[in-house]
């Protein structure tokens, strides 16, 4: 999942050489010029962080945050400035920014604050595998499709674990029943094609290929 950043920043060349650094990073990044465009957007629910110019047409980033802080308490805001003034920086942190760059400021450092506040703020979400289009939190043991849990029993789990870790790799039949079900495993081997049926069943984007007389691969 692409991490959504809001840059509001009047000044187009600066707005848009962030963008771009922030973009090559992988983040999904929308650029707005004033107070006005930015302001319609503090109720989007899918923002992960905010970067604010404090000086805005005739309104200014500490009105911005406060409304965004109304919307989402814990949404990262960066305030960036020309002024580099303690009282301006005093009034960002009383307002809950996260961090304060004064311009000029090198983009390289911006890019690092920023991967830096979204993994100290996005932490647990940090932890999850993104595959065919779901998303696997292993330590909580749960699979989510569009942020719904889907619900597997013990062995679909470690059966779509051990796909996952080794994708791209083909196993057996014994094999699998030797990852999954353990050496001391006596019963048929069909327990893997009626397994993997019934997760194929739950999870129908999931791409595990059959290798007919032989068993399976994924991706």
């Not at 960066?78 to 003034?85: C, G, H, L, P, V």
């Amino acid at each position: 999942m692409k991490r959504v950043i809001n840059i509001v920043e009047d000044e187009k060349d600066i707005n848009n050489l962030v963008a771009q650094y922030l973009r090559k990073e992988g983040y999904e990044v929308h650029s707005y010029y004033t107070y006005e465009e930015a302001s319609v957007h503090v109720v989007d629910d899918d923002v992960h962080l905010w970067i604010l110019d404090i000086m805005l047409d005739d309104k200014s980033g500490f009105d911005l945050i406060e409304e965004i802080r109304l919307q989402g308490p814990e949404t990262p805001v960066i305030f960036m400035s020309a002024r580099d003034k303690e009282f301006d920086r005093i009034i960002g942190l009383e307002k809950g920014c996260d961090d304060y760059i004064t311009k000029p400021f090198s983009p390289k450092e911006l890019v690092l604050r920023v991967n830096n506040i979204i993994k100290r703020a996005y932490r647990d979400d940090n932890n999850r595998i993104s595959i065919d289009g779901y998303e696997l939190d292993e330590e909580q043991r749960k699979i989510y499709a569009d942020n719904v849990e889907i619900e597997l029993t013990t062995k679909e789990f470690d059966l779509l674990m051990m796909f996952i870790k080794n994708k791209g790799i083909a196993f057996s039949r014994d094999k699998i029943l030797e990852n999954v079900w353990d050496e001391n495993y006596f019963g048929s081997d069909r327990v893997v094609d009626d397994t993997l049926r019934r997760l194929r069943k739950k999870l129908p984007n999931l791409n595990i290929h059959t290798i007919y007389g032989y068993g399976y691969r994924l991706g």
